[in-house]
């Protein structure tokens, strides 16, 4: 299971370094692109921006801060991945997604003068410019948070630490 992981992850962060390499060679300097459109109305754009922050541009030009948490954050993760990994396959998937877009985001910071190269722009409302790597984030985070407060709370298999028992526990 972990080596499937594992490419899984080079697949992901592949894909969205392939992206982003399309995106710099077609989009740098030049107009955005309709790309999703229904109708008259606008859905999805392809921009080319350059964001050297994190969400929503927050934290911008701390590009050493910010590879020093991508790297915790893949750590962290993989750290579970491989500890836990075999316990829920949802469990698994929700690492894989967070560590492909922290390493894709990372390589933009590190190799790419700390900048991280977003492009798809929701144009049916006003919203940031994100990339494939964010993508990955955001459904890792959610899904596992769904995974820690609907499913792990209830079989307490990963974050309750089962070494630990109260005293009316140990008088039972």
Not at 32 to 55: M, P, Q, R
Request: contains cysteine.
């Amino acid at each position: 299971m972990i080596i499937l992981a594992l490419v899984c992850i080079i697949l992901l962060a592949g894909v969205d370094q392939l992206i982003k390499v399309w995106i710099i060679d077609n989009l740098k300097g030049a107009e955005s692109i309709e790309f999703i459109k229904l109708g008259n109305i606008k859905v999805i754009d392809l921009t080319y921006l350059e964001n050297d922050g994190a969400v929503f541009g927050s934290f911008s030009g701390q590009r050493i801060m910010l590879i020093a948490v991508s790297i915790i954050m893949v750590l962290v993760c993989g750290y579970y991945l491989f500890k836990y990994g075999k316990t829920s396959k949802l469990f698994t998937m929700c690492l894989i997604l967070i560590i492909s877009g922290g390493i894709g985001n990372g390589i933009d910071r590190i190799f790419r003068g700390g900048r991280v190269v977003d492009y798809i722009e929701v144009k049916l409302f006003n919203f940031a410019i994100f990339n494939f790597a964010d993508i990955c984030v955001v459904i890792g985070v959610i899904l596992l948070a769904i995974y820690i407060f609907f499913i792990d709370s209830k079989t307490n298999c990963i974050f309750v630490d089962k070494k630990h028992t109260t005293m009316e526990e140990n008088q039972n």
